[in-house]
């Protein structure tokens, strides 16, 4: 509208630009016609029912003060475009950057339409100051440059002559401060607020760094957080998961060798991340039936891979879903242990776990793919305790859903049908899972014999040193069904309860009687230690992965 009332020496025929200029004169009215009946098309709310009839969405447009006011069609659809742009946009600052430097341009140019009008009014090329028409530039370019370096005080400005022309410079490099001071404050918040994930993610990872450096912690720990950090950033440009991953660090901090104190930094480090970053919490305000929807369409498809749960009742799934927290895994972390009282269950999410055991965790008995269940054994009990049946590793990155024990039996009291099935389908695992153990036990039951032979002159000692003391002794009657079970190939290896059963004294009484007659014997090292070991096996202390995984180191 400036423009067109402004510019009128474009109107003159064989003017300089003038087909340019009704290019754009006409582009724009076309913009204007099209705006008017993408408008007449746009639905909206009638008594809180979404109106799609086109000729009621016509007639509610026309109606409507916007329709009159379509002079300012331009300024109108210009702000609802960037509106819906942004919404649409899946880098939104940039949109918003964009509709900021054109806010900028529109100013320009509106003062450049008034400087024009004030050359117009003193004269066309009348003095130095004022835009000259015999001048090579044609009176648009010109008026916008002068506009241009005026608001932004770059550029050298030809000096005003009278009186109008100094108030006109001093409104408009006003003007241009205020301006500017606004733009660019903007720009500046919108750019900020696009890398406030990146700028927390680096603070916090400073900080981590920070506190781990001034408590000596060792070099390879540091690089195991780094590497968390970067690949915690690569894969989900959020800080979601630092939580847990807090949680885990401070349980390392308190097993290792630099104390509780660390642990309550760095937890306190996090907490303020935590409260704005964790995807739980994001949710959090949601309601109820959104969060589930949304959790459904991002996990369901992982869920319904999950053999253990096929088949269940929608229903069951969608409460299961709700609880699920995802967990990242760094190569060779240790999910659980065995032994460890189990109080969760896994959903293997993205990558590889082994279920591991043998000397050093050096045998690995299965590897866990995507969409697999572990974890449930203790959980639910199937193997006559709650205590973990392996130890369990991640193979690389491993992003894990973990079930509360709490959460799950919560879930599992208004279905206990599908509890039933759930319980009966992973016995069936873990029968299937006997039957595989027993298979590979055979090979390397073989193995531990050989291991074994070096120390024929401890055991002998051992068993002297006991039957001295009772002719039956508990322990050589071990011994003796020890070998006739190794000698019967289709055995499966008993679990530690059943070890227990076959000894006529108690598991402690044997491993103080091993205690005594070490000291008796010139054992060397290496023998004591192998002594202690079987002591620790004898009393029952290790237990079993499943009951019917090997754990060879014991055959
Ligand atoms: N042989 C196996 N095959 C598959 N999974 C196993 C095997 N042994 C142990 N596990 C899993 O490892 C888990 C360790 O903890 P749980 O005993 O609770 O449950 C166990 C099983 O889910």
Avoid at 145 to 153: H, I, M, P, R, W
Avoid at 155 to 168: A, K, S
Wanted: hydrophobic share 35%.
């Amino acid at each position: 509208i400036p423009l067109r009332s402004t510019f009128t020496i474009y109107d003159l025929p064989g003017s300089v630009g003038r087909t340019t200029w009704l290019c754009l004169d006409y582009l724009s009215d076309v913009i204007y016609v099209l705006d008017i009946f993408i408008k007449m098309r746009v639905r909206f709310v009638n008594q809180g029912i979404l109106e799609k009839d086109p000729k009621a969405c016509r007639k509610h447009y026309i109606g409507k003060a916007d329709f009159k006011l379509d002079l300012a069609a331009l300024l109108q659809a210009f702000w609802e475009l960037f509106d819906m742009l942004d919404k649409m946009a899946k880098n939104g600052h940039v949109i918003r950057i964009v509709r900021t430097i054109l806010y900028m341009i529109f100013i320009i140019h509106v003062e450049a339409c008034i400087f024009y009008q004030v050359s117009k009014w003193e004269g066309l090329g009348s003095n130095t100051w004022v835009y000259d028409p015999e001048s090579n530039v044609t009176a648009y370019v010109y008026c916008f440059y002068f506009a241009t370096s005026l608001a932004t005080n770059i550029g050298d400005n030809p000096p005003p002559t009278n009186y109008i022309e100094y108030l006109f410079m001093t409104c408009y490099w006003l003007s241009g401060i205020f301006v500017f001071a606004l733009l660019i404050g903007q720009i500046g918040e919108i750019v900020q607020a696009a890398n406030a994930n990146k700028t927390n993610y680096r603070s916090t990872m400073d900080i981590t760094t920070w506190y781990m450096r001034s408590l000596n912690v060792p070099e390879y720990m540091l690089d195991k957080v780094r590497t968390w950090f970067d690949y915690n950033w690569e894969q989900q440009k959020t800080l979601g998961k630092l939580q847990k991953f807090a949680l885990r660090l401070c349980r390392t901090c308190y097993s290792g060798q630099w104390g509780n104190c660390a642990c309550s930094l760095i937890r306190k480090s996090y907490l303020s991340y935590l409260k704005s970053s964790d995807e739980n919490s994001l949710l959090e305000g949601l309601p109820r039936k959104l969060k589930t929807d949304l959790a459904i369409s991002v996990h369901f498809t992982i869920l319904s891979k999950v053999s253990l749960f096929q088949d269940c009742e929608r229903a069951l799934l969608s409460d299961l879903i709700l609880k699920l927290k995802p967990v990242l895994y760094l190569p060779g972390d240790y999910i659980c242990r065995k032994g460890e009282v189990g109080m969760e269950m896994y959903i293997i999410m993205n990558g590889q776990v082994e279920v591991v055991g043998g000397p050093n965790n050096s045998i690995v008995f299965v590897t866990l793919k995507e969409g697999s269940v572990f974890g449930e054994i203790s959980l639910m009990s199937l193997s006559g305790g709650n205590r973990r049946t392996a130890d369990v590793r991640s193979k690389g990155f491993a992003t894990l859903f973990t079930l509360s024990k709490a959460d799950f039996e919560e879930a599992m009291q208004d279905y206990p049908q599908a509890y039933a099935l759930l319980k009966k389908r992973a016995k069936k695992t873990l029968t299937k899972g006997k039957a595989t153990k027993t298979e590979k036990r055979i090979v390397q039951t073989e193995e531990v014999i050989k291991e074994r032979e070096p120390t024929p002159k401890l055991l002998k000692t051992v068993i002297q040193a006991v039957s001295k003391e009772k002719p039956k002794s508990c322990l050589s009657s071990f011994m003796r069904s020890k070998s006739k079970r190794q000698t019967d190939d289709t055995d499966v290896k008993p679990s530690s309860s059943t070890a227990n059963q076959k000894l006529s004294c108690s598991p402690q009484e044997v491993a103080e009687k091993l205690r005594a007659s070490q000291t008796s014997a010139t054992a060397k090292p290496a023998e004591s230690q192998q002594k202690a070991h079987q002591a620790k096996n004898l009393t029952g202390e290790e237990k079993q992965p499943l009951s019917g995984s090997i754990s060879p180191e014991k055959d």
